[in-house]
Nanobody, 124 residues
Framework: QVQLVESGGGLVQAGDSLRLSCAAS????????MAWFRQVPGKEREFVAV????????YHANSVQGRFTISRDNAKNTVYLQMNSLKPEDTAVYYC?????????????????WGQGTQVTVSS
């Protein structure tokens, strides 16, 4: 069992930066690939980025490529999402997720554990 707790969300202006954190419980953090998703009301949860368990390679959605960066610190059982040049369309609840797939997975079904989410609001 893995418990995930996100933090770092808030209200910012367009062009600002935020760093989200997701702290995981347990001693098996390094064995999970970790991902960030986001969701706005009335829409499906959208993949943002993933960092793989095997080699910490990363993959980012086209919509955030070049602006967002996912990273992890296995010693701290934490995954981060650095978000730069934020846009109003980045407004959403951001969720972190953990999964065991050896391949890059961009759908919710590929992840076994989820956090409760943190709200990010970007004003224009």
């Amino acid at each position: 069992q893995v418990q995930l707790v996100e933090s770092g969300g808030g209200l910012v202006q367009a062009g600002d930066s935020l760093r989200l954190s997701c702290a995981a419980s347990g001693r098996t953090f390094s064995t999970y690939s970790m991902a960030w998703f986001r969701q706005v009301p009335g829409k499906e949860r959208e993949f943002v980025a993933v960092i793989m368990r095997s080699d910490s390679s990363t993959y980012h959605a086209n919509s955030v490529q070049g602006r967002f960066t996912i990273s992890r610190d296995n010693a701290k059982n934490t995954v981060y999402l650095q978000m730069n040049s934020l846009k109003p369309e980045d407004t959403a609840v951001y969720y972190c997720a953990a999964g065991k797939s050896p391949a890059v997975v961009t759908t919710q079904r590929g992840y076994d554990y989820w956090g409760q989410g943190t709200q990010v609001t970007v004003s224009s």
